[in-house]
């Protein structure tokens, strides 16, 4: 079952996942307030270039996105945008590009791990943890297909992980379709057929769009 990152990924131009999405850049030092209050702003400006290079372009490109993102952190360290964005863009090139997916996931996970220790808007927390959930997962879904035969691909940690946080959605907010589909896919990876089947079917009353192939495996 091959989506677990969200459909509109599959048209992304993006870069190899064989450097990190991080650069480490030195952050910019600001002299004054009022310089900060303009670092600030341009942090948030290239949060959003990012966020619209990655998902939302005609022509979506990882490695613009990347620069994007990086340059948000340089300017503000502590931009939740910043981590949030590289985290999904990890995400993606692991789900796109399928070299050295692991570390790719486990990458995506430390990001958005760190920006839900930053401070972001009550109204946004939710979407944040849906995508760590996503990335947890994908991790989850990698060792069970790739570790069958590896002891050290133990694929229930990451999915624990990820139902954790879908069952908190859920009971938080219970018209939210895509923590229905996400706990689905979870469900599937965790070989629990007619929980999935559950979880899919009401994703689709909420009208949340389930990916079609999914579909046909949970049949």
């Not at 969200?6 to 131009?13: F, N, S």
């Not at 005609?58 to 613009?64: I, K």
């Not at 689905?184 to 990916?211: C, G, T």
Request: charged letters at 25%; aromatic letters at 10%; a negative charge.
């Amino acid at each position: 079952m091959k989506s677990i990152f969200i459909a509109i990924a599959l048209l992304l131009i993006c870069s190899g996942c064989d450097s990190p999405a991080v650069n480490n850049g030195v952050p910019y030092q600001a002299a004054s307030e009022t310089e900060r209050e303009k670092f600030n702003e341009l942090s948030d400006k290239y949060a959003m270039q990012g966020w619209y290079q990655m998902l939302y372009s005609p022509n979506p490109d990882l490695d613009r996105a990347a620069e994007s993102f990086n340059l948000c952190l340089r300017y503000n360290p502590d931009n939740y945008n910043a981590y949030w964005g590289l985290g999904v863009l990890r995400g993606l090139q692991a789900e796109l590009i399928f070299a050295d997916p692991e570390n790719c996931l486990k990458e995506s996970i430390e990001l958005l791990t760190e920006a839900m220790q930053k401070n972001i808007p009550e109204e946004e927390v939710n979407n944040l943890k849906m995508d760590l959930a996503n990335a947890y997962n994908g991790l989850g879904a990698y060792y069970s297909e790739k570790g069958a035969d590896n002891s050290a691909c133990d694929k229930r940690p990451p999915l624990s992980e990820a139902q954790n946080i879908l069952k908190e959605i859920i009971a938080a907010e219970p018209g939210n379709g895509r923590a229905y589909y996400l706990a689905a896919v979870n469900a599937f990876y965790q070989d629990n057929i007619p929980l999935a089947r559950e979880y899919a079917s009401k994703a689709k009353e909420l009208k949340f769009p389930v990916d079609p192939e999914f579909l046909e495996e949970l049949k």
